[in-house]
Nanobody, 117 residues
Framework: QVRLVESGGGWVQAGGSLRLSCAAS????????RGWHRQAPGKQRELVAT???????NYAGSVKGRFTISRDNAENTWNLQMNNLKPEDTAVYYC???????????WGKGTLVTVSS
């Protein structure tokens, strides 16, 4: 089992920045993909950013150029730097990890990000 714990959420004014972190513990071997999703009120959960085992990254179009995902393999953590935040970025942000080759996903409980206009 893998346990994921997010931190760093909070309130910020539009144009501001926040940094989210995800710490993984437990049986973290063979985790190949790490990333972040978010779910805004009344909307479906959507992919925000992914970092693959080789270091390549992928972003949702709505955050590209503003958000940056990174990882620290030694610490088994990954981060989401969010700049130039907009009110539409308001959501609960969930970190996730995918095990290879089973494809099993693990999720954190989420951290709330609120961006005021």
């Amino acid at each position: 089992q893998v346990r994921l714990v997010e931190s760093g959420g909070g309130w910020v004014q539009a144009g501001g920045s926040l940094r989210l972190s995800c710490a993984a513990s437990g049986n973290t071997g063979s985790i190949s993909t790490r990333g972040w999703h978010r779910q805004a009120p009344g909307k479906q959960r959507e992919l925000v950013a992914t970092i693959f085992s080789g270091g390549s990254t992928n972003y949702a179009g709505s955050v590209k150029g503003r958000f940056t995902i990174s990882r620290d393999n030694a610490e088994n953590t990954w981060n989401l730097q969010m700049n130039n935040l907009k009110p539409e970025d308001t959501a609960v942000y969930y970190c996730y990890a995918r095990r290879y080759p089973s494809g099993i996903d693990y999720w954190g409980k989420g951290t709330l990000v609120t961006v005021s206009s």
